[in-house]
């Protein structure tokens, strides 16, 4: 008999004990959803009390709650008003914390822009800074060590940097005449640098190949002997620029501006796309390459210089461009 006693009271408090646990944890988990959602707890709480007093109030005809009696209708728009304003304050909801995620977003991502940003910049002006020292106290021409240093600064510096940076430090290279000794030519292959200024500037052997160059200033540019093999040169001005021995195999040329361009020994029938290419008095073309090159579309008469056409290849307008 006492063990049967012993065996009930054992149960009953394994129950009581589990009871409690589940009520602490409950306890707990509401709290936890309290902190998390606190205006949708609130709001699920309110309607939890007040669908509890309505039905008591019907079942039990409390007559205080004013709910004894009611018709299917009655109970119809005394939910429909309630249910509105609550989808209502849910959709209203939703929409600010989705309109406050992308504010967030939206200011994350340009502060990280703006990081990146003087990131790239501070590396230009390290970058001016260490190669102007250079120049002053190494002979570059002679010196191979300081060379190989140079060489291995650009290429750090173009990897980092953006498009218009690049055209920066190329343009610095020109004016410098360190491509001259072949420094950043060497280092191009790949290089983003679409709608660039590079105009007026020594790029002679440069390896541009698979480069994108969409849009980019190419006037008067000196590309002799440059490797520009499947680089995107769509959309590209090359008025006057020198395409004497370059390697154009490939490279698409769709609606580029060549017009008075020296492309001597240039393998132009090659390229990959012709398309609105304006070869108005291009310099150098055979009459086999003429042709094979209007076959493809490229523009050779009157017709290139239509202002009608997207690029204008009248290079008195070009020349006057502001870049």
């Known amino acids: 008999m006492q063990i049967v006693q012993y065996s009930v009271f054992y149960v009953v408090e394994s129950v009581m004990d589990s009871s409690s646990r589940i009520s602490i944890c409950g306890s707990e988990m509401m709290k936890k959803l309290f902190k998390a959602h606190p205006w949708s707890m609130s709001l699920a709480l309110a309607l939890s009390i007040c669908s509890i007093l309505i039905f008591l109030g019907y079942y039990l005809s409390w007559r205080w709650t004013g709910m004894s009696g009611k018709t299917f209708w009655d109970w119809m728009q005394l939910f429909i008003v309630p249910a509105v304003l609550t989808i209502g304050g849910v959709l209203y909801t939703h929409s600010r914390s989705e309109d406050e995620r992308k504010r967030i977003d939206a200011s994350q991502e340009a502060e990280k822009q703006q990081a990146l940003d003087k990131q790239r910049e501070d590396a230009l002006q ?96 000196n590309l002799s002997n440059a490797k ?22 490939g490279t698409n040329l769709s609606n580029a501006d060549l017009s008075y361009a020296d492309l001597q020994g240039a393998n132009i029938e090659d390229a990959q796309s012709l398309k609105g290419t304006n070869l108005y008095n291009a310099i150098g073309l055979t009459n086999g390459q003429k042709e094979t090159s209007k076959a493809k579309g490229a523009l050779l008469g009157i017709e290139a210089v239509s202002p009608s056409l997207p690029l204008s290849s009248a290079h008195v307008a070009l020349e006057g461009k502001n870049w």
Request: charged share 20%.
């Open 228 to 249: 520009l093999g499947y680089a995107d040169l769509s959309g590209a001005y090359l008025s006057h620029a020198q395409l004497d021995m370059a390697n154009l195999s």
């Open 126 to 221: 390290y970058y001016f800074t260490s190669l102007s020292e250079l120049l002053l106290k190494e002979d570059l021409i002679a010196n191979s060590k300081a060379q190989v240093l140079a060489q291995a600064r650009t290429i750090t510096t173009l990897r980092m940097l953006d498009p218009v940076r690049r055209g920066m430090v190329l343009r610095f290279l020109s004016e410098a005449r360190l491509v001259d000794l072949g420094i950043g030519l060497d280092s191009l292959r790949g290089i983003d640098l679409h709608e660039t200024d590079l105009s007026n500037i020594n790029l002679r052997g440069a390896k541009l190949s698979r480069s994108n160059l969409h849009g980019s200033n190419l006037i008067r540019t």
